[in-house]
């Protein structure tokens, strides 16, 4: 006879298998009602828990979660998430903990995937990033008490954790850099406009600009794409007073702005100067070589996975602030054309 399922139960209290797991191994997350539908129902079919996985119960999952809510196909151009989770797995590894990766669409799949992955123990805390300024997933994580990092600046209200860098004062640098080099007509390419750290850069460049006296700047907003960093830039470029530099949220969008001022006939950095808000491999193998905005993205991952298990193991690790990071210069800036 077939062994009946926790997937059974959910199918007929027509619920998740999340809520399931809930109830069934006594944590929050379901109403009293739900709850006992969820436990008749289990009691009728003859579900039995696994012995062995019982057993465990009370014992850790050695692993923690990282669930990334962003289409995959956006997620997978970018150096910066891979050199992130390389820091994190360096760390983890040397405990003996796995990380668990997931990819979802947005932050209601994120919501649920964490709930299940809570309520199966399959991970001991998770590491959160791409905050929101109104995050649905926090909330969450303080009902279900799940050890957790934010991956960006600290949040009022919670007493999670952040690791995270000051993202003002290096859009800062670059737009003081580039009036210094003689730039009147700065432009910037952002990422996607809900992600807080993309409105503090966003905030940031505007107030530098307007520091400098220089009016109102033009910024386009973006997904972080090859093709959208295409997109931006040519409505840049094709105006009738278009910009002398322009800043890029990533270095995958930066790369491709070569490609379109190669396509206009746009000289860089003779008429053009571009900076990429992030370095990697590819700022160095285009050419001219793109002068970035660089730091130790592995370490910042090392830092993240340090201060969750400090968590994890029963501590109250404070927030901490990690280098910020620094101008590289390199051949795709210079002084405007006369």
Avoid at 60 to 86: N, Q, W, Y
């Amino acid at each position: 006879m077939k062994r009946p399922t926790i997937a059974e139960i959910a199918a007929r209290a027509g619920v998740s298998i999340g809520a399931v797991s809930y109830a069934l191994n006594g944590r929050p997350g379901v109403s009293a009602k739900t709850r006992k539908l969820i436990l008749d129902i289990a009691d009728e079919i003859g579900w039995r828990p696994n012995a062995a996985a019982r057993s465990l119960s009370g014992s850790r999952a050695h692993s923690v979660g990282l669930v990334i809510a962003r289409p995959a196909d956006t997620l997978g151009v970018e150096p910066f998430f891979m050199r992130f989770i390389a820091g994190l797995e360096r760390e983890l590894s040397g405990r003996r903990t796995a990380l668990l990766l997931q990819v979802v669409e947005d932050h209601r799949a994120a919501i649920e995937a964490m709930r299940l992955c809570w309520a199966e123990r399959r991970v001991d805390g998770m590491v959160v990033t791409d905050l929101w300024t109104d995050d649905a997933r926090l909330p969450v994580l303080a009902e279900l008490r799940i050890p957790a990092v934010l991956v960006g600046r600290p949040r009022a209200g919670t007493d999670l954790p952040a690791v995270w860098t000051d993202d003002a004062a290096a859009a800062v640098a670059a737009v003081d850099y580039l009036v210094a080099l003689g730039h009147r007509r700065i432009a910037r390419v952002a990422g996607l406009p809900a992600l807080e750290h993309t409105q503090v850069r966003v905030a940031a460049f505007r107030r530098a600009v307007a520091g400098h006296g220089l009016g109102e700047p033009r910024v386009l907003e973006t997904d972080y794409t090859w093709e959208e960093g295409v997109r931006a830039t040519r409505t840049l470029l094709s105006g009738r007073d278009r910009p002398t530099a322009i800043t890029y949220d990533n270095d995958v969008m930066a790369t491709a702005a070569l490609n379109v001022a190669q396509e206009m006939g746009i000289a860089v950095p003779g008429e053009l100067s571009i900076v990429a808000g992030d370095d990697s491999q590819l700022c160095v193998m285009v050419r001219p070589a793109l002068t970035a905005l660089s730091w130790d993205i592995q370490a910042y991952g090392v830092h993240t996975a340090r201060v969750l298990m400090d968590r994890i193991d029963g501590r109250s690790p404070g927030s901490l602030q990690v280098a910020t990071a620094t101008l590289a210069v390199r051949s795709s800036t210079a002084a405007p054309p006369a």
